[in-house]
């Protein structure tokens, strides 16, 4: 069966305070009110890592995403995190391709490709994201251009690799905004983001967790969680206020 997963994106924001309480309250919440059947990630800062890490030990519930790794595996990279170092603070997962990063950092998909390999290297689950810029959505190819990344990124992984790949599906126009994809249209995508997986890899992908992105709260996770596809959420602003963070993870 699918995992049902709520991730987490911190982005840049929290201090370490800030975030060791954010943490100790998602913590709690989850313990009383999480059936065990999701799978809770959050994804700081690399810089609380550590911190967020020792906290989450006793919390078997919730585990430890990074939002970025570098390509390399160690070296004169001023500035940079390895997948090595991310793995040695306690970090089980790490958000990869973001559309900030894509944007904002110029990420391709080749890289990307390099990032997914060396953090699978490296015992650490991409938590793998794809999706279209508004024009694209209005031009009507935004099925092709997902593909095109997810070919381009993972398509050169062997099927026991893949099998350790989560999908984010966040619609750029969605993110941030409080424009969210409407359930027919995330359901949609989602299919879609399946039945080429499926080309690649068959059977297997019908056990990748596929999760939704892009303006996900508590008053419309449920709905954009009961489409067949869709697998869960990653959250971003919601992520920063324990209830309504953990509110959506009950939504399934
Ligand atoms: C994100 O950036 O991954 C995201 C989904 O953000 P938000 O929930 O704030 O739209």
């Known amino acids: 069966m699918r995992k049902k997963i709520v991730a987490g994106n911190w982005k840049m924001n929290n201090t370490l305070e800030e975030g060791k309480k954010l943490t100790s309250e998602v913590i709690n919440i989850v313990a009383d009110e999480l059936t065990d059947d999701v799978q809770v990630i959050l994804g700081t800062p690399a810089i609380h890592l550590d911190s967020v890490g020792k906290l989450l030990k006793d919390a078997p519930k919730v585990a430890l995403s990074a939002q970025n790794c570098s390509e390399h595996a160690a070296g ?19 958000i990869l391709g973001h559309s900030e990063r894509r944007e904002y950092f110029n990420e391709s998909n080749e890289q990307l490709a390099k990032k997914v390999d060396i953090a699978l290297e490296n015992g650490l689950t991409p938590i793998f994201c794809c999706g279209e810029a508004l024009e694209i959505r209005e031009a009507g190819t935004q099925n092709e251009y997902v593909c095109q990344q997810l070919t381009e990124s993972l398509f050169h992984l062997s099927e026991e690799d893949f099998k350790k790949i989560v999908i984010a599906y966040e619609p750029i126009w969605a993110i941030g905004t409080g424009k969210t994809a409407s359930a027919a249209q995330a359901q949609e995508m989602h299919a879609a983001i399946r039945a080429h997986l499926t080309s690649k890899y068959g059977a297997a992908a019908e056990e990748t967790s596929i999760l939704y992105g892009g303006s996900c709260k508590p008053s419309n996770a449920n709905e954009i969680f009961a489409g067949k596809d869709v697998d869960g959420g990653l959250i971003g602003g919601a992520s920063l206020a324990a209830r309504d963070f953990v509110e959506i993870a009950k939504s399934f």
């Open 76 to 94: 004169a990279y001023t500035g940079e995190i390895s997948a090595k170092m991310l793995t040695s603070v306690g970090a089980e997962y790490v």
